[in-house]
């Protein structure tokens, strides 16, 4: 063998053998980004540092008059964000009324805060504070439909996804919830929830009355015309009025949609909105998205139209999604850096409508649609691709902007993510309408919610940075009459918390006529309102 085929053929070896170990890479990361998570998520990790929360305190306590539930007893809990572990006096698990009723009772002679939890995703302790009863509503859950009214009666630990396969059995849609189904009614009705459905917005004008259990134990019926002033602090009262015990919702047809999705520059999209969507009663749900690919970051827009067609025939029911890892893969790739960003808005902008649960052919008649879908299917969805086996976390904001200053607001969230450096992976536009109902209103006029999707390692230094963004954003927010989310992140000022909510101190002396000895708290009340 001569030297110079000993050396090619060396060569050759070598390539092979880095074409080898870099297709063994790629594999374990596409394996790694597109897996569901095996175990829970460790959140050992706290930002902002918080010597309290290292460890708990020991009680001494009554015994109960009647027995409770603890399912676990001391100990820590957390959120969402997988930054707010917490010390806690227990968990009671409800499944009854009078679980709440002894509960309270027993948190009342031990001298014990109690806050009250659903799914825990809101991302500021907003279910929990430190060596509290943290009550899970999640086992009183029952769902009754009546058919002829168009109305649920539900308990607050239900979640959407219960309503959801009761009633898309009948014929029946929910009018307003998030965009993921996961969430407990509870929860969403203490945070006044809203999402793809801009026609009502809110959650709150769907909710023709609640029961809900004072700090005293009594149960009040609660209602627009009844108890006004309950219902109004209790929608968006983040628990701190009492335990919300069920609810009756106003219902709708399930409806079968034409999805259509325009491009445009963002500038364009307030005129594009009132023009073609705000006035529009054919329009069912809509919701809009900027591009984050560096190619063009933040100035790129599409909006999704969901438009009433007609359709032939029953409605075929909401099926489980079937793109689960390959959704994953994609959102977590973009977590990477600008080529991944690239990657899935390309996706979305090309491919989007192709991999999107359409209803077949042979169910529709309707041949001209590209793509047809129920309002039930749409808004049957648990994202469940953005659970992962990843050491990060992934953060929401949202922030209400005057539709007619959108674009300020754009360029300052351009400028502002860029120069603190922050992962910013998603944002999504919605419309809400103003609110009347609330006591704490988030849309003061007819408003585009910013939903923000960030991601960060669980460590100090991108924590810090999310943490100047938020405050920078808030800031910019504020400067355009606009309002930002309290389900989020502790990381406004007092001073920033009364210039976009004038009205939080008035919701503050509220909350200590109904409950005078402070007996619902969580930790946005324990920093902002004690």
């Known amino acids: 063998m001569s030297w110079r085929h000993f050396l090619k053929r060396r060569r050759a070896l070598a390539a092979s053998f880095v074409l080898a170990c870099f297709a063994l890479v790629t594999g374990r990361k596409i394996s790694e980004y597109s897996a569901p998570p095996d175990r829970e998520k460790k959140c050992d990790f706290i930002f902002p ?151 009502p917005g809110p959650v709150a004008p769907t909710v023709l009355s609640i029961r809900i259990m004072l700090a005293n134990g009594q149960v009040m019926d609660a209602s627009p015309n009844e108890n006004a002033e309950l219902f109004r602090l209790a929608l968006g009262g983040y628990g701190l009025f009492g335990v919300i015990l069920d609810a009756d919702l106003q219902l709708v047809d399930n409806e079968v949609y034409s999805l259509e999705t325009r491009d445009l520059d963002y500038r364009d999209f307030p005129a594009y909105y009132r023009t073609h969507i705000a006035d529009d009663d054919r329009i069912g749900l809509m919701y809009g998205r900027l591009s984050v690919s560096p190619m063009s970051y933040l100035r790129e827009a599409a909006i999704h139209i969901y438009r009433k067609t007609y359709f032939n025939g029953p409605i075929p029911p909401i099926e489980p999604p079937t793109h689960d890892r390959l959704d994953r893969f994609v959102i977590n790739f973009s977590k990477t850096g600008g080529f991944g960003r690239w990657v899935r808005w390309t996706l979305e902008k090309h491919f989007g409508p192709k991999l999107h649960s359409c209803l077949s052919r042979n169910q529709a008649t309707v041949q001209k649609e590209g793509c047809l879908v129920s309002r039930n299917e749409e808004m049957n969805d648990s994202m469940a691709y953005l659970r992962n086996q990843l050491k990060d976390t992934d953060i929401l904001q949202e922030y209400f902007i005057p539709q007619d200053r959108m674009a300020e607001f754009v360029d300052g ?108 708290s969580n930790k946005f009340y324990e920093k902002y309102g004690e």
């Open 49 to 199: 540092d918080d010597p309290r929360n290292e460890k708990f305190t020991t009680l001494i306590v009554k015994p109960p008059a009647h027995a409770i539930s603890l399912d676990k007893q001391g100990g820590f809990i957390n959120d969402a964000s997988c930054l707010n572990k917490t010390p806690i006096y227990g968990v009671v698990k409800v499944h009854s009324v009078d679980d709440v009723r002894s509960s309270l009772e027993f948190a009342r002679a031990n001298h014990l805060t109690v806050s009250i939890a659903g799914q825990r995703h809101s991302m500021g302790g907003q279910s929990f504070s430190g060596n509290a009863l943290v009550l899970d509503m999640r086992g009183l859950n029952q769902v009754n439909l009546d058919r002829y009214r168009k109305v649920a009666h539900v308990q607050a630990g239900a979640t959407w996804a219960q309503i959801q396969q009761l009633i898309d059995k009948e014929g029946l849609a929910v009018q307003a919830m998030q965009s993921i189904n996961v969430f407990t009614v509870g929860g969403s009705l203490s945070v006044n929830a809203h999402g793809i459905a801009h026609r």
């Open 413 to 520: 969230l351009r400028s502002i993510v860029k120069q603190d450096g922050s992962n910013l992976l998603n944002v999504t536009i919605r419309a809400v309408h103003k609110d009347t109902i609330t006591a704490l209103p988030y849309a003061t006029q007819d408003m585009f919610a910013f939903v923000l999707y960030f991601n960060q390692k669980l460590n100090k230094e991108q924590s810090s940075k999310l943490q100047k963004t938020t405050v920078d954003l808030i800031d910019l927010v504020t400067s355009l009459s606009g309002t930002f989310y309290l389900p989020y992140q502790l990381y406004y000022s007092p001073d920033q918390l009364r210039r976009a909510y004038p009205e939080i101190d008035a919701f503050f002396l509220l909350k200590k006529q109904y409950d005078p000895d402070g007996l619902f």
